[in-house]
């Protein structure tokens, strides 16, 4: 059985087509600029064939379109047909508190998807679209949704109410969702099993380090606080998000620069975190190389990373009262010693002591944990198209019943 997932953007799509049996992926890629004379479409065959194509590509029906003549094309033996691909998964980034688990997609679905729009302006109204079009292109093909804040909708509503006056979430829904759901979800699957456990009796903290970042407290398998909340710009700082701050300096900035809400919105998401900081870049291997070479402001901003992620898994081990294992994957957490290693740093009082030379070692996943340590540390590269293909295949299940 082959399930497309597909992961839809304003002038982008992006897809892998998993073989559910073996969970390989037979071919994935990507169309970008969506919308002009020179969409890129790029994709890769197995392991082995890089592919890199221009196209005009108009809207997200042509991108489609390419998608499905690649995967069915007979010289790549792939599919034969269309007919090869048994169901489609779709990230979907908020399910508001409509969704605690994936659903086959209906008219009913798609109208709470579009009510979820306000709640993310940039995702949902493109995750939507690209749900659209493959009803159109592939009618008899079933659609599921998968939402990045399903996983999270276990937390307690003390985890994730705000201060606010309490009208401010019965009228407008304004709580921590969490994001990265799936990704959490994963990690937090594989875990338990390297550790020889049942997930509902696994506790565990998840570190998700990329351009964006969460944390996340699971206790018992299950999401009970998130670092993100009710949009994906509140926590840790991130690549170009600012994180975690004092919300009575936006309103400040914005008298004193005379800020429009955009320009201010726009600030915070996309000229802030590691990029703000540094003044030049937010990808992790170019800061820590300046960092090397005296920057200061590369050595600040990591610093700040560092600082603020450390605080965060000292915090969520007391609301759990202790936890299995600290794991650490996505882009930074996967390939960045020195951030594992600095944000575990002199937490031995807690039960917590890092190998150095298999943090410095480490490719792949693994425990990097020393022999003492009383919380295992993990690496584990997470997997979220793999999560959607599996919830997807799952539901195929249930509708057959």
């Known amino acids: 059985m082959s399930i497309l997932v597909l992961n839809c953007g304003s002038s982008s799509l992006k897809y892998q087509l998993i073989n559910i049996s073996s969970g390989m992926c037979l071919t994935k890629g990507s169309v970008e600029k969506i919308g002009g004379n020179e969409a890129i479409f790029s994709y890769e065959i197995g392991k082995n064939e890089r592919f890199k194509e221009v196209y005009q590509i108009f809207d997200h029906t042509d991108a489609l379109t390419y998608v499905i003549k690649s995967i069915t094309n007979p010289d790549h033996n792939i599919l034969k047909s269309i007919d090869g691909i048994a169901a489609i998964g779709h990230r979907v980034v908020h399910g508001g508190e409509k969704f605690t688990e994936s659903v086959l997609i209906d008219d009913g679905v798609i109208s709470e998807i579009r009510e979820c729009m306000e709640l993310?302006?940039?995702?949902?109204?493109?995750?939507?679209?690209?749900?659209?079009?493959?009803?159109?292109?592939?009618?008899?093909?079933?659609?599921?949704?998968?939402?990045?804040?399903?996983?999270?909708?276990?937390?307690?509503?003390?985890?994730?109410?705000?201060?606010?006056?309490?009208?401010?979430?019965?009228?407008h829904k304004i709580r921590r969702y969490g994001f990265h759901g799936t990704s959490h979800r994963f990690v937090a699957e594989r875990a338990a099993k390297m550790l020889g456990k049942p997930l509902k009796n696994t506790s565990v903290i998840t570190c998700h380090l990329g351009n964006g970042s969460s944390i996340c407290a699971i206790k018992n398998g299950k999401?009970?606080?998130?670092?993100?909340?009710?949009?994906?710009?509140?926590?840790?700082?991130?690549?170009?998000?600012?994180?975690?701050?004092?919300?009575?300096?936006?309103?400040?900035?914005?008298?004193?620069?005379?800020?429009?809400?955009?320009?201010?919105?726009?600030?915070?998401?996309?000229?802030?975190?590691?990029?703000?900081?540094?003044?030049?870049?937010?990808?992790?291997?170019?800061?820590?190389?300046?960092?090397?070479?005296?920057?200061?402001?590369?050595?600040?901003?990591?610093?700040?990373?560092?600082?603020?992620?450390?605080?965060?898994?000292?915090?969520?081990?007391?609301?759990?009262?202790?936890?299995?294992?600290?794991?650490?994957?996505?882009?930074?957490?996967?390939?960045?010693?020195?951030?594992?290693?600095?944000?575990?740093?002199?937490?031995?009082?807690?039960?917590?002591?890092?190998?150095?030379?298999?943090?410095?070692?480490?490719?792949?996943?693994?425990?990097?944990?020393?022999?003492d340590s009383k919380i295992k540390i993990l690496v584990i590269s997470t997997n979220e198209e793999l999560v959607i293909a599996r919830d997807t295949a799952n539901m195929l299940k249930k509708r057959k019943k």
């Not at 949902?124 to 998968?146: E, F, T, W, Y």
């Not at 957490?333 to 951030?339: H, K």
């Open 120 to 171: 993310a302006p940039l995702h949902n109204p493109a995750n939507l679209q690209g749900i659209l079009v493959c009803m159109k292109l592939l009618p008899d093909v079933p659609n599921i949704a998968v939402f990045d804040t399903a996983f999270h909708q276990t937390m307690p509503d003390y985890a994730y109410i705000y201060a606010l006056p309490y009208v401010m979430y019965t009228r």
């Open 223 to 371: 999401s009970i606080d998130t670092s993100m909340g009710f949009t994906p710009l509140e926590g840790l700082i991130m690549g170009s998000r600012s994180g975690d701050l004092d919300p009575a300096i936006i309103l400040h900035i914005i008298s004193k620069e005379e800020l429009t809400v955009h320009e201010a919105n726009s600030m915070l998401n996309k000229h802030s975190g590691l990029l703000g900081i540094s003044g030049n870049t937010n990808d992790m291997r170019e800061l820590t190389e300046s960092m090397k070479k005296g920057d200061k402001r590369a050595q600040l901003a990591i610093s700040i990373l560092v600082y603020r992620l450390k605080k965060y898994i000292c915090g969520y081990l007391g609301a759990m009262g202790g936890a299995d294992a600290i794991i650490f994957t996505a882009g930074i957490g996967e390939n960045s010693a020195y951030v594992r290693e600095n944000s575990l740093s002199n937490l031995e009082f807690m039960g917590i002591k890092i190998d150095k030379r298999k943090n410095k070692s480490i490719t792949g996943e693994g425990f990097i944990s020393g022999n």
